[in-house]
């Protein structure tokens, strides 16, 4: 069965940003995570596995942060939101209990959602992250 899959694993997930200097900044010095390659044009982060890429965007036309949205899991959300929120992170939601666990989302310097999930059971039964999105107002088509 594995053998008709086109795609193993993903990647990267690659954000297109405004200001590569400004966004390697947050993704490096405010959310810690470790460069695994960096140029003008191209920054990678975390050494092994899926990698999260920045590039330049080029067309004005782009809407930041639309149908994006990266992942991390954690063990203590509550330390995590108190160090980003001394250092100034917008969040989109706040930190909250779920189903699954506490949730929150929060928004990089171009508007790109980042969820951040201390997950305490297997199952995320229960929570719909693109309801809630919709409910928020946030428009999901292109």
């Known amino acids: 069965m594995s053998e008709d899959r086109l795609f193993k694993k993903v990647g990267a997930v690659i954000l297109l940003v405004s200001d590569m200097e ?3 900044k947050f993704y490096r010095d405010v959310l810690r995570l ?4 960096q140029s003008e044009e191209w920054t990678e982060f975390f050494n092994s596995g899926t990698v999260i890429a920045l590039h330049p965007r080029r067309k ?12 991390f899991m ?3 959300l509550d330390d ?3 160090k ?3 250092q100034g992170v917008r969040f989109f939601k706040e930190p909250k209990e779920e189903p699954f666990g506490k949730h929150t989302i929060l928004e990089d310097p171009d508007g790109h959602l980042i969820s951040i999930a201390q997950i305490e059971s297997k199952s995320a039964e229960g929570f719909d992250l693109l309801g809630f999105l919709i409910d928020m107002g946030v428009d999901i088509q292109e």
């Open 60 to 71: 004005a036309k782009v809407n930041p942060g639309i149908g994006v949205l990266v992942g």
């Open 22 to 24: 400004k966004s390697v």
């Open 34 to 37: 470790p460069i695994k390659s």
């Open 84 to 86: 980003l929120k001394q």
């Open 80 to 82: 995590i939101v108190n």
């Open 74 to 76: 954690v063990t203590d």
